[in-house]
């Protein structure tokens, strides 16, 4: 059986030499394509304004300190996350407090939310897992109630849209990630994306050192002031580059995996030890997640291993049971059933219908 990979980037040879070229111009920061990037990426999620980080952690810390959480707070996040999205929180002396997911779409339950807030809740991020929606409205209407902020974790969801509206336009700050696993790349990097200036300019000088003036704003060159303690967490100009051309393409990336996921669906619904998620046309699908019994699980990883199938699992171990965490948390039921339960399969433009069919055959076996 061939290959099949989990993740393919969709770099090519044109954004290769445009690369090369700004390499070779020895202006490697503080370059054309960082700005050009960030203004596609608010014309592609209609964002007001849109600042490049050095990776969706730097941006999730810069969004966490732009909204004042600091020692005492407690944020919510949820249990069944990439640990960065409760790093973030803690790094600014608050404290993540997670509450329990949905199984259905591993998003973060509403009912756990509402348990989980107290006088010192002071802010929730939100996650929109593997490219699904979270139930934005009702996550609003909580923080309306109780004057929380809210942060979006959308390092799956680029092209995940709710109401007609892209995710990550709906908190006070949205943060995207270009992993090399992501719907576009850049290596490392990531965005933040929101609709206020105060949280933009807090996002734009803390991401290098607090200093007050941009490079290109200085009339004497090196004279600038520093505002606040800060660090670089700055993208390069040829990783913007890259990230740019991608996202000039990726309408049609988003087609296609939408394309796969319906396959997947088609392919999958006779399976009776097998259950997914219903066909979003608004979900993004970074990844397709499917889910069944620990024991049917074990045997399909082996099985995939054993014909070059690339796999993953989001996440394997929930953010509230490793050690860091767990001494200090109970745990979330749904979200340990999830990790138990869960494998994600690929759904990258490379991948045909005739590798989707070997990938169901293979789970049609277990």
Not at 121 to 147: M, N, Q, W
Not at 227 to 256: H, M, P, V, W
Not at 318 to 343: G, H, Q, W
Request: aromatic letters at 12%; charged letters at 25%.
């Amino acid at each position: 059986m061939e290959k099949i990979k989990f993740s393919k980037n969709n770099i090519n040879k044109k954004d290769i030499r445009e690369v090369e070229k700004i390499l070779k111009s020895g202006w490697l920061t503080h370059g054309k394509y960082s700005n050009y990037f960030e203004k596609e990426f608010s014309r592609f999620t209609g964002s007001k304004y849109s600042s490049l980080v050095s990776n969706c952690t730097a941006g999730l810390h810069l969004a966490c300190k732009a909204m004042g959480f600091q020692k005492n707070d407690e944020v919510i996040v949820p249990a069944q996350t990439h640990v960065a999205t409760a790093h973030a929180v803690e790094y600014t002396g608050a404290k993540a407090v997670f509450a329990d997911i949905n199984l259905y779409d591993g998003n973060i339950n509403i009912e756990s939310i509402k348990s989980k807030i107290n006088k010192r809740t002071k802010g929730i991020i939100i996650v929109h897992f593997a490219g699904y929606p979270c139930e934005i409205d009702k996550i609003l209407k909580i923080c309306r109630d109780s004057k929380l902020k809210l942060i979006e974790d959308c390092a799956h969801a680029l092209g995940t849209y709710y109401k007609n509206k892209h995710v990550g336009n709906f908190g006070h700050a949205g943060v995207f990630s270009f992993y090399p696993t992501k719907q576009i790349t850049t290596g490392e990097g990531g965005m933040v994306i929101t609709s206020s200036k105060k949280i933009y300019n807090s996002v734009k000088q803390n991401k290098a050192f607090g200093i007050d003036t941009d490079i290109k704003d200085r009339k004497v060159p090196g004279l600038y002031n520093v505002n606040s303690l800060a660090l670089n967490f700055r993208l390069t100009d040829f990783q913007a580059c890259l990230g740019y051309f991608q996202l000039k393409r990726y309408k049609k990336e988003l087609i296609q995996r939408k394309k796969i996921a319906k396959n997947y669906c088609k392919l999958l619904k006779k399976s009776k030890q097998v259950s997914f998620h219903n066909f979003m046309n608004n979900a993004s699908y970074f990844i397709f997640p499917i889910f069944l019994k620990k024991k049917f699980k074990m045997k399909l990883i082996n099985l995939f291993k054993k014909n070059n199938v690339g796999f993953s699992i989001h996440y394997a171990r929930p953010v509230n049971l490793m050690n860091f965490y767990r001494a200090r948390t109970k745990e979330c039921k749904n979200a340990k059933k999830f990790s138990d339960e869960t494998i994600s399969l690929p759904c990258h433009s490379d991948i045909n219908l005739k590798q989707i069919k070997a990938i169901t055959n293979l789970i049609d076996k277990i």
